[in-house]
C-alpha cells in the first residue's frame, strides 16, 4: 500500500508567480499519493498526458461524495453534491443537460459581438485611472471592474446590483469561510436574483443569458438561480487574477512584453502562451475527480474511490512543447490546460480570453512606459482565496 506524502504548504511560495515551494518537486516521479491539509488523501497526476486522461475519462467523476478542495477547516463539505444546478457536482447527461443551453450565450460568435462594449469598459476605467493620476492600484482599476461587469451584462444583470455582486463573489471564494457563511452569501445573491429572473420570465425575452435560461430552457428555479450565482462568481474572480497576474509575468520579463508591445495584434495567440505558463507555474493543486473504477494513469493504478488531484503543472510538460518552463510570446498557440479539458472544460473561455485580450493589449499600447509601483515581490496575494491572485498591483507610467 501506497503511503500518502504530506502536501506542501500550499500557499508558501518563494516567489509570488512560481507555484508551491517544493510541490513540483514533490510531485515530479509521477502521479503521488499525498495528503491535505484538510485531511483528505489524493493522487496528484501533473504530467500533461494523465491530465488529459483524467479529465476525459468518464470513470472518473467530479464531485460525488464530496469535493476535497471545498471543505471547511473541520472537514464539512461547503457544497452539496445534491445542490440544484451545480454543474461543477454532475457528470453524463445531467451535466449535458445543464451544460448545452448555457454554451449557446458563450458561442464565439457572441463573445465576438461583446467585443466593442469590452472595449468600452477597458477605455472608460483606464480613463478613470489615467485622470486619477499615478500610483494607481490596477486590480481596482481594472482587473475587477472589467470582467464583473462583463458577465453581470450578459446575464442582465441590472447596474445598481453588479457592485453587491462583485464584493459577494468574493466573498464565496474565500477559503477561510464556514458552511454557513457561504450559504449565506449565495443567499444574499438569491435574494437580489430571484426578481431578476421572475422579471425575465414574465417578459419572455431571451436577449441576455439569464432571459435564455428562463425562457428556452427547462430549468427549475433553484437550478436558475444557482447557475446565475457560480456564472457571476466565477465570470469575474478567475479572469480578474489572471489579468492581474499576466500583467505581473510582463512587468518581470520586459523582453516578453517588447513582444506583446511590438506586435498587439497577436494578443490572441499571446493570452493562450501567457494562460498556458501562468497556470503551470502556479502548480499546486489543481481539477479534483474520483475514481470509480480501477484506472490506470501513467503506470500508476488508481482504485476505484480514490480521489485523484490533476495539477496544472501539466502545462509545463515537455511533451507539450519545447522549452515548456518559459514563457514564449512568439510561441503559436498549443493546447494548454489552462482552461481544463473534457467534458468540465472552463464554459467562459471565449469570454475570458476576449477580456484578457483586449485588457492586455489595450493596457500596454495606451500606457507604453507603466511599470509596478513596488517591487512584484512585496506586493500583496490573495493566499486565502480558491483562486489565487494579486490582491494589489500598484503602477506608475
Not at 338 to 353: D, E, M, S, T, V
Amino acid at each position: 500500500m501506497t503511503e500518502a506524502a504530506v502536501c506542501p504548504v500550499l500557499h508558501e511560495r518563494d516567489h509570488p508567480l512560481h507555484g508551491p515551494t517544493g510541490f513540483a518537486e514533490a510531485v515530479s516521479d509521477g502521479p503521488v499519493k499525498m495528503l491535505w491539509p484538510n485531511g483528505v488523501e489524493a493522487w496528484v497526476v501533473s504530467s500533461y498526458a494523465g491530465a488529459r486522461q483524467v479529465l476525459s475519462d468518464p470513470r472518473f467523476v467530479t464531485r460525488k461524495g464530496g469535493h476535497p478542495e471545498m471543505r471547511t477547516d473541520s472537514g464539512e463539505p461547503v457544497l452539496d453534491a445534491d445542490q440544484p444546478g451545480n454543474i461543477n457536482a454532475i457528470d453524463g447527461e445531467a451535466h449535458l443537460r445543464l451544460r448545452r443551453p448555457l454554451s449557446r450565450g458563450f458561442m464565439v460568435k457572441r463573445m465576438n459581438a461583446l467585443r466593442p462594449r469590452i472595449q468600452q469598459i477597458v477605455d472608460e476605467h483606464l480613463d478613470v485611472m489615467e485622470a486619477k493620476g499615478a500610483p494607481a492600484d490596477l486590480v481596482t482599476s481594472l482587473c475587477l471592474p472589467l470582467p464583473s461587469l462583463v458577465i453581470a451584462e450578459l446575464l442582465g444583470v441590472p447596474p445598481e446590483h453588479q457592485e453587491l455582486f462583485q464584493v459577494t463573489a468574493t466573498d464565496i471564494f474565500g477559503k477561510n469561510g464556514s458552511k454557513d457563511e457561504y450559504v449565506a452569501h449565495a443567499t444574499k445573491l438569491a435574494d437580489v436574483l430571484a426578481p431578476i429572473v421572475a422579471g425575465k420570465k414574465d417578459a419572455g425575452t431571451n436577449d441576455d443569458l439569464i432571459g435564455l435560461m428562463v425562457n428556452d430552457t427547462d430549468f427549475s428555479m433553484d437550478e436558475l438561480i444557482f447557475l446565475c450565482i457560480g456564472l457571476l462568481a466565477a465570470g469575474h474572480e478567475t479572469t480578474s487574477n489572471f489579468l492581474g497576474l499576466f500583467t505581473l509575468h510582463l512587468f518581470e520579463q520586459p523582453e516578453q512584453r517588447a513582444i506583446l508591445q511590438g506586435d498587439p495584434a497577436r494578443a490572441d495567440v499571446m493570452v493562450e502562451e501567457l494562460m498556458r505558463y501562468t497556470v503551470g507555474h502556479l502548480g499546486g493543486a489543481g481539477l479534483t475527480r474520483r475514481a470509480t473504477a480501477d484506472v490506470e494513469v501513467d503506470g500508476v493504478l488508481i482504485k476505484a474511490g480514490d480521489w485523484v488531484s490533476v495539477s496544472l503543472l501539466a502545462n509545463l510538460d515537455e511533451e507539450l512543447c519545447p522549452r515548456a518552463a518559459e514563457l514564449d510570446l512568439d510561441r503559436e498557440t498549443v493546447s494548454h490546460l489552462g482552461f481544463g479539458f473534457g467534458p468540465h472544460q472552463c464554459l467562459g473561455a471565449n469570454l475570458a480570453r476576449a477580456e484578457l485580450q483586449i485588457g492586455l493589449r489595450t493596457l500596454f499600447t495606451r500606457f507604453p512606459n507603466v511599470r509596478p509601483a513596488v517591487p512584484v515581490t512585496q506586493m500583496s496575494y490573495r493566499t486565502d482565496m480558491i483562486t489565487y491572485g494579486a490582491a494589489s498591483i500598484p503602477v506608475e507610467w
